[in-house]
T-cell receptor
Framework: GAGVSQTPSNKVTEKGKYVELRCDPI?????LYWYRQSLGQGPEFLIY????????DSGLPNDRFFAVRPEGSVSTLKIQRTERGDSAVYLC?????????????FGPGTRLTVL | AQRVTQPEKLLSVFKGAPVELKCNYS??????LFWYVQYSRQRLQLLLR??SRESIKGFTADLNKGETSFHLKKPFAQEEDSAMYYC????????????FGQGTRLTINP
């Protein structure tokens, strides 16, 4: 079946602008995760949804970052007043139930460049 | 706090030689450890997890709680093993987030 998809694949924006990144999880997966991967680093956790609610948002770096999942499927990561330091690959993953034995399946990522 | 360390950013070996990618972790509880792999122009995918105790594509990894390590090994490297490898940790209870190391780029030379 279809895997996790993310759009757009690339996004170039100017400092100070607002961006939205979209994630479509695997159908039926209740758990959804956002990670950020800076150049030369491993993915870094941002936020985890179980259904419609954010179960853990401890990784969001500041209040410019916000994510929603209103119907428990598609999720949108929103970044306000973008800064050059926000440039990274934003990865989305989903898993079946969000329990310990789950496997997280990753999307291809959105490469965000802030000029 | 949980932390995963992969001391080698780059590792290059010849085809047919043994491979060992190092991973050390810090966590006071009982962790679950994973190896993820990213081949060129592909997405990040799970290679193996310690609780499965299985061999995938000839790779194995043993959790050593005394040394807090989870090194990835393969006795005979193949060219198709060239990829980026990430070690990751997940706590057993509570948050389901993965904590990743910075990754090791493995290159298998012909």
């Amino acid at each position: 079946g279809a895997g996790v998809s993310q759009t757009p694949s690339n996004k170039v924006t100017e400092k100070g602008k607002y961006v939205e990144l979209r994630c479509d999880p695997i159908s039926g997966h209740t758990a959804l995760y956002w990670y950020r991967q800076s150049l030369g680093q491993g993915p870094e956790f941002l936020i985890y949804f179980q259904g419609t609610g954010a179960a853990d948002d401890s990784g969001l770096p500041n209040d410019r970052f916000f994510a929603v999942r209103p119907e428990g499927s598609v999720s949108t990561l929103k970044i306000q007043r973008t800064e050059r330091g926000d440039s990274a690959v934003y990865l989305c993953a989903s898993s079946l139930e969000g329990v310990a034995k789950d496997t997280q399946y990753f999307g291809p990522g959105t490469r965000l460049t802030v000029l | 706090a949980q932390r995963v360390t992969q001391p080698e950013k780059l590792l290059s070996v010849f085809k047919g030689a043994p491979v060992e990618l190092k991973c050390n972790y810090s966590y006071s509880g009982s962790p679950e450890l994973f190896w993820y792999v990213q081949y060129s122009r592909q997405r990040l995918q799970l290679l193996l997890r310690h609780i499965s105790r299985e061999s995938i594509k000839g790779f194995t990894a043993d959790l050593n709680k005394g040394e807090t390590s989870f090194h990835l090994k393969k006795p005979f490297a193949q060219e198709e093993d060239s990829a980026m490898y990430y070690c990751a940790l997940k706590v057993r209870q509570g948050a389901q987030k993965l904590v990743f190391g910075q990754g090791t780029r493995l290159t298998i030379n012909p």
